[in-house]
């Protein structure tokens, strides 16, 4: 075997053509995806007079056939990218910069623009043996830059999500997080052993774990961005964990270090999306421990926290593992937040009534000896449901993607490819990649 | 501009030592490359490839000299670092190789595109001529890497290079790679 110890010549030049456009450095998989700005200019300009050379031969089927494709198809093809990959390349509002996203101005408060630089560090598990099931995914949004440049100078230039951000404190926030806090209270008594998954709206299932957050490590999970045009309103999610980054970062060097985990889903992940010229799709879909892992964490029983009992109980992107960890011997019940609601001392419950917060044991018999169960009706069939496996839907492998514009010759993304009037498609015409 | 393409995908069983050797190079820090850079890259790769024929289980390669199949398969080759779609999401546990007898197992994939007519992409054509008879066997797998030191990368518009998993912990189990996401991948004879 003969290995050249140099590049070939012309291949030592000190210039720097090669962009990274792709870069995946994780736990599964590790590499890069390039593409050479010097060869990509060269051959804009060939391709435009190809498209000329093309117009002028059409009176043949063939040539004809061709100039539909150059032409028709824009000199471009699809291409499907993550949707993610292409926030971080190119901004978080990616083929809609002249848009933003918007908050309930009755809800929304004041906070320090600076605190944002240490929200992924706030917000990231202390305890080790939790950190890699953390998503720092969406606390990484606010001050992102596009990693790409803008090459089109009629395209506005993306701002920085956080000039739009505020922090938003909701009634349906208040209460989950009440509700969080009663049940940090009653599980307090279950012992060791004991962890959550909460699978509410992004803002409540935020404000759930500060409500929990001084008993339970908060694991956040969320996966995607926010966009001007997103299926799922992650800038609320993000919004809230603003708003209670100060508890968390609180309740987090105030806490034991072997705190038990709560894993924090947003329930929107998979809302639905049907109109791609509408919408972007920053879907996501939960990675949660697997049944193996929930032994090494020495897990025994889990809340799946629900917003109601109204089916279904679990989303499709989890039943899976939540029935596994069942098989794997782990206790997997579920309560609803609807459930929780103010009782005659004032205070947030479940089941509504002093009564009803003593009895919990008798729904969930994790303490000895169990009291006698109250009826809580907003939670019979949350109590009494058991996870099981549904299957999954083949669309989900497309959760998260968007079909981009792709310049045939230089490999440059043109834009969405969905076309509606307006400014989410082409308005980035131009970027490189 | 006329493109061609050139990729090789190789399943070897679970190597920490490629591992370690391989994740430095990926990581390098900055987000521009020159040709030089990139060819040391491929070609550093290439040779730790070669290296461990005797680890090679599976594989799959590429060469069609036709711009349109090119611009269309190119995609396909890094729709798993685009999607990450071949990693595992959740670790697989510990690999043992020489221990518990648990299989893990590692992909290696590259993949561009090339200028049609240029040197380097008559080479890889040269090099990629193979009887279809032979087109899986080792001997083939080893010519073709042995040639990527030929690619004069001033005239590859578009490369990517990855390896799954990056952690030993997440590395690919027998069923992975019985799934559909490596099906395409053929015996190494």
Known sequence: MTMPTNPPASARDNKNPFVREGHADKPGIIGSHWWNQELADASKLKSRRQTIVALVAGAGVVAAAYAAIVLGQDDTYEQTRRSLDLQRDFGW????????????????????????????????????????????????????????????????????????????????????????????????????????????????????????????????LFDNWPHPKGVVPAHLTLAAAVYHQPRFAQAASARSPNAPPVFVLDRKRLAPYSDEAEQFDNRWLAKIPAPEDLVKLEIKRVLYVVPSQTAPIELRDVSGHLAGWARSGAEVRAIALDAFGPAEDGKVRFGGSVAAHEGFFGHYPWRSPAPPPVPVPKNDQAAAWRPREIPQDPSDLRVGFTVVDVDRDTGAIVGPHAFRSGSYNRSSGGWGG | MEKSIFALELCLRFD????????????????????????????????????????????????????LKANR?????????????????????????????????????????????????????????????????????????????????????????????????????????????????RPIL
């Open chain 2, 73 to 185: 398969m190119y995609p396909d080759w890094i729709g798993s670092l685009l999607r990450e779609d071949g990693a595992r999401a959740t670790p697989s546990g510990g690999n043992e190789p020489y221990r518990s007898g648990a299989d893990r197992f590692m992909t290696v994939t590259m993949a561009c595109l090339l200028i049609r007519g240029s040197d380097s992409e008559r080479k890889m054509a040269y090099v990629c001529e193979i009887p279809e008879s032979r087109l899986w066997h080792a001997s083939t797998f080893q010519r073709v890497l042995e040639g990527v030191p030929s690619i004069n990368f001033a005239v590859v518009p578009r490369a990517t290079l990855y390896m799954i998993p990056r952690d030993e912990g997440w590395a690919l189990t027998a069923e992975d790679m019985r799934g559909p996401k490596f099906e395409y991948l």
């Open chain 1, 93 to 220: 509002s990616f083929g809609a910069t002249s848009e933003t996203v918007a908050f309930d101005a009755l809800y929304t408060t004041t906070y320090a623009r600076e605190a944002l630089a240490r929200l992924v560090a706030e917000l990231t598990p202390r305890n080790g043996a939790l950190q890699p099931w953390f998503m720092p995914t969406l606390f990484q949004a606010p001050e992102a830059l596009p990693r790409l440049p803008l090459s089109s100078p009629d395209s506005p230039a993306p701002t920085v999500l956080a000039a739009a951000l505020r922090p938003i404190h909701t009634p349906s926030m208040i209460l989950a997080e009440a509700a969080g806090a009663a049940l940090a209270d009653l599980l307090a008594a279950a012992g060791n052993g004991v962890a959550l998954v909460v699978d509410l709206d992004g803002p409540d299932s935020v404000a759930l774990a500060a409500g929990l957050a001084d008993r339970f490590e908060p694991v956040f």
């Open chain 2, 16 to 67: 920490p030592t490629l591992s370690a050797a391989l994740t430095p190079l990926l990581q390098k820090p900055g987000e521009r490359r020159s040709p030089g850079e990139m060819w040391t890259l491929w070609s550093q790769a290439a040779r730790h490839l070669l290296f461990r024929k005797n680890a090679w289980v599976s594989g799959c390669w590429d060469f069609w000299d036709d711009t």
